[in-house]
């Protein structure tokens, strides 16, 4: 083959540091728009960002040159730096350090994209502790609970 090909996707979730409730209505859509340019901007395709007011979901095509680990990092260095500029009052912004990275494949897509856009409607019955340790658990990741969410 004279070329190689992939698909690489990948749901993200990871929230704000300490879990601190910092991602209010009124620029939270802006946000997801700044993150979806940011994976743009970095041969990466942004299928569905969203979240609440203290964590994030995305579904991203990530091409398969790039690792998961830098492309997260790419969204949350970026992001982060963008709340600081823009956002009044945030200087103490800043994301929790790990994240969560789930690969799913195509036939996944719109379920997952439904899941993301329904985060707050979610989020009336489950904390993100609850969603998180259930994704954990549902792709089979070992976690030790003392340092679960860091």
């Known amino acids: 083959m ?3 090909y992939g698909s690489c996707l990948f749901h993200f979730a990871f929230s704000t540091k300490n879990h601190q409730h910092l991602l209010t209505p009124e620029w939270r859509p802006r946000l997801w ?3 979806g340019g940011i994976a743009k901007a970095n041969t990466m395709k942004s299928l569905c ?3 609440t007011s203290n ?3 995305a579904l991203l095509l990530v091409p398969p040159r790039m690792a998961p680990a830098k492309a997260v990092q790419l969204i949350k260095g970026g992001s982060s730096r963008w709340v600081h500029e823009s956002i009044p009052g945030q200087k103490d912004f800043a994301w929790q350090e790990g994240y969560g990275v789930f690969s ?3 036939s996944q897509v719109d379920a997952t994209r439904r899941y993301i856009a329904n985060q707050e409607e979610h989020h009336r019955t489950k904390t993100f502790e609850e969603e ?3 994704f954990l658990k549902k792709h089979e990741i070992a976690f ?3 340092f679960f969410l860091g």
């Open 2 to 4: 004279a070329h190689s």
């Open 33 to 35: 728009e700044y993150m």
């Open 49 to 51: 960002i969203g979240g």
């Open 55 to 57: 964590h994030v979901h």
């Open 104 to 106: 799913i494949g195509f």
């Open 132 to 134: 998180y340790r259930a």
């Open 144 to 146: 030790d609970e003392e």
